[in-house]
C-alpha cells in the first residue's frame, strides 16, 4: 500500500489534463506534484506513453533525486523539478511541456512581450525567456544545470517566481509552476495561448505596440493583489 497515494493521484491527474488540452506531444513533456513537508515530489516515469500512464505508474522521489517509491525511471527532467522545489519552497507544482507556440517562442530566445489585456490579466511582465545554456552547462549536469539557469536569469533580471510562474527555456521550452500541480497546468495553458496570440499579432503587424501601462495595471491588479475585485 503506497504512502503517496493522494500525491500520485494529483500528479497522475494533472499529467492526464496536460494531454487532454492537447499541451504533450507522445511523451514530450511532465509534470510533478511536491510535499514540501515529507520532502519529496510525485512525477511521471520517464518515456511512458499517456495511454498507458496509470497512477500507480507516478514516482515519488526526494528532493535529492532518491526514489522512494517506485519501479520505474523518473522522468529525465526530474533534477530540474528538484531544483527548483529545493530553491523555491513556495511552488507545489511544476509542468514542462513541448507546446507548439511556446517551443516557438522559446527557440526564437526572445521573451514573449505583453501585446494586449489577456496577457495581463495573468502578468503584468513579458514572459521571460532564458539565455541559451552555455556549453559548459550542458556537458555538465544538464538537467540540474537547467533548474540553475531558470534560477540565476529570474534572480539577475528581479523576477518573482510567484507573480511570474512561468519562463521559456532558451532553445528548449517552458517550465511552468503554481501552488499545486493543477495550477502549474492552469499555467501552462496560459503561456501556450498568450503565445499564440503573440505570434499572430506579430504576424498582423511586425510594428505593433506593446499595451500601455495603464491597460496592464489595470487589467492585473483588478485580478491580482489586495484590492482585486474580478471574481466572486
Not at 511512458?48 to 522512494?68: K, R, S
Not at 527548483?84 to 512581450?113: C, E, F, M
Not at 490579466?121 to 556537458?139: A, G, Q, R, W, Y
Amino acid at each position: 500500500m503506497s504512502n503517496f497515494i493522494d500525491l500520485k493521484k494529483e500528479c497522475y491527474d494533472a499529467n492526464m489534463e496536460l494531454k487532454r488540452l492537447g499541451l504533450i506531444y507522445h511523451t514530450f513533456g511532465n509534470v510533478s506534484s511536491s510535499d514540501h513537508e515529507r520532502g519529496v515530489f510525485a512525477i511521471k516515469p520517464s518515456g511512458v506513453p499517456y495511454e498507458e500512464l496509470t497512477q500507480d505508474n507516478i514516482v515519488i522521489v526526494d528532493f535529492d533525486n532518491q526514489i522512494i517509491e517506485g519501479d520505474l525511471k523518473p522522468s529525465s527532467d526530474t533534477k530540474t523539478h528538484s531544483y527548483l522545489y529545493k530553491k523555491w519552497n513556495g511552488i507545489g507544482g511544476i509542468s514542462h511541456t513541448h507546446a507548439l507556440y511556446s517551443v516557438a517562442w522559446s527557440q526564437s530566445l526572445r521573451d514573449i512581450p505583453v501585446y494586449g489585456t489577456t496577457h495581463a490579466d495573468h502578468l503584468s511582465n513579458d514572459i521571460p525567456c532564458t539565455p541559451v545554456m552555455t556549453d559548459e552547462m550542458i556537458k555538465g549536469n544538464y538537467e540540474e544545470n537547467t533548474g540553475k539557469q531558470i534560477i540565476e536569469y529570474f534572480n539577475k533580471k528581479n523576477l518573482n517566481y510567484n507573480e511570474i510562474e512561468m519562463v521559456l527555456v532558451g532553445n528548449h521550452g517552458p517550465f511552468c509552476w503554481g501552488k499545486s500541480a493543477s495550477q502549474s497546468v492552469f499555467n501552462s495553458t496560459v503561456l501556450e495561448e498568450i503565445a499564440k496570440m503573440a505570434f499572430l499579432t506579430e504576424q498582423i503587424n511586425p510594428n505593433a505596440d506593446k499595451l500601455k501601462k495603464t491597460l496592464i495595471e489595470k487589467h492585473y491588479y483588478r485580478k491580482h493583489g489586495k484590492n482585486k475585485y474580478y471574481g466572486q
